[in-house]
């Protein structure tokens, strides 16, 4: 298979607690993009990088979140101090660099803070 | 900034008529849209996108979707709906960066 991979599938977590998700792109892939999709919304943005440097950030994305993709191949997402709040599906994609090009996503992490 | 709004939170549609997603869009500038389909407890998928020519663009499963500039909308179209098209149908304009703002989709469904 080589479409977008995220791990785990599915994470429950205690409030306080800490969690990494981790996205495996298409390896011919520049661009990386992470979204947090709650129960009936629409995906929101949160972040993407060009190649290994991120370029933009949300500002749904709070000082608890941090994300890397050191090599410019797989990313990180990380969430310290876990509120209840944060329970969502959480989608990363990837995507040529391109006017017009189209995102390929991953099936997602569904994150469920207790 | 880029928007999209989709105006129906569902679609009620028999098998076998013809189905319409709606979705209009505020941009400045050309737009680049896209449609992408949900299923349950799934990553989204690219149905179709609106670049630039042909206002009427075919994508997958049969979709197909108008680009209607003086209305601001691009509709999402199937003359003839299966049962197996009932997912969350999202709509997006491309921003900086290749970042898709989705639209808060539209639940399809369709009976037998």
């Known amino acids: 298979d080589t479409g977008v991979s995220q791990d785990p599938r599915h994470k429950i977590t205690k409030r306080g607690q800490n969690v990494t998700f981790r996205c495996d792109p298409i390896?011919?892939?520049?661009?990386l993009y992470w979204y947090r999709q709650t129960l009936g919304q629409g995906p929101e943005f949160l972040t993407y990088?060009?190649?290994?440097?991120?370029?933009?950030k949300s500002r749904l994305l709070s000082d608890r979140f941090s994300a890397e993709r050191p090599k410019g191949s797989f990313s990180t997402l990380e969430i310290q101090r876990t509120e209840q709040g944060d329970s969502a599906m959480y989608l990363c994609a990837s995507s040529p660099t391109g006017d017009g090009e189209k995102l390929f996503f991953g099936s997602g992490t569904q994150l469920s803070v207790l | 900034a880029q928007s999209v709004a989709q105006p129906e939170d569902q679609v009620n549609v028999a098998e076998g008529n013809p189905l319409t997603v709606k979705c209009t869009y505020s941009?400045?500038?050309?737009?680049?849209l896209f449609w992408y389909v949900q299923y349950p407890n799934r990553g989204l998928q690219f149905l179709l996108k609106y670049i630039t020519g042909d206002n009427l663009v075919k994508g997958s499963y049969g979709f197909e979707a108008e680009f209607n500039k003086s209305q601001t909308s691009f509709h999402l179209k199937k003359p003839s709906a299966l049962v197996s098209d009932s997912a969350l149908y999202f709509c997006?304009?491309?921003?900086?960066?290749?970042?898709?703002?989705f639209g808060q989709g539209t639940e399809l469904s369709v009976k037998p």
């Open positions: 941009v400045s500038g050309n737009p680049y």
């Open positions: 390896s011919e892939h520049n661009r």
């Open positions: 997006a304009v491309r921003d900086i960066g290749g970042k898709l703002i």
């Open positions: 990088f060009q190649n290994e440097a991120q370029l933009e």
